[in-house]
């Protein structure tokens, strides 16, 4: 793949803000659910950067081979929990919006298993990861996980 320009060169203030409210978001639900998100939505939109860059951060993060392996097909693997599972139907459902799929039951999961304010904030996540997906794949990115690791710090 090659890239069709850098977003970081082109508007480097904007994307300052823009991985600073990212890390903000992640920061703000557990590590292994945010994982779970960015690689579900990024499944879905066929990200082949944020697969890479996630998987690698899951794995570093504790996360079970067998796991990532089922979470293409998360609704019938037994190793989810029913908070992921709300998680991983509102990814679904808010990634594929223009699908025109129901919202309702993928919403009383989210209300059964998460507060109004952990909805909010993952919402966000899946937004962000959905952005990330849209700005790597539109522009043809590919970024290592230890660079980008080593542009978040830059951010911090």
Request: with cysteine.
């Given at each position: 793949m090659t890239a069709k320009l850098d977003p970081f060169a082109a508007a480097p203030a904007l994307m300052k803000t823009w991985m600073g409210t990212s890390m903000?978001?992640?920061?703000s639900l557990e590590p292994s659910l945010s994982e779970l998100v960015k690689i579900r939505a990024s499944q879905i939109n066929a990200c082949a950067n944020c697969l890479n860059?996630?998987?690698?951060?899951?794995?570093?993060n504790g996360e079970t081979e067998q796991r990532l392996y089922l979470l293409a097909a998360w609704r019938d693997?037994?190793?989810?929990?029913d908070r992921e599972r709300a998680a991983l139907g509102w990814?679904?459902?808010?990634?594929?919006?223009?699908?025109?799929?129901?919202?309702?039951?993928a919403y009383d999961a989210l209300n059964a298993h998460f507060t109004q304010e952990e909805q909010?904030?993952?919402?966000l996540?899946?937004?962000?990861?959905?952005?990330?997906?849209?700005?790597?794949?539109?522009?043809?990115l590919w970024v290592e996980p230890a660079a980008a690791k080593a542009s978040m710090a830059a951010v911090r």
């Open positions: 903000a978001v992640a920061a860059m996630h998987t690698a951060d899951a794995r570093a693997a037994p190793c989810f929990t990814t679904d459902a808010l990634t594929r919006l223009s699908e025109g799929h129901a919202l309702a039951d909010v904030k993952l919402t996540m899946i937004n962000v990861i959905n952005g990330w997906n849209r700005l790597a794949v539109g522009f043809g």
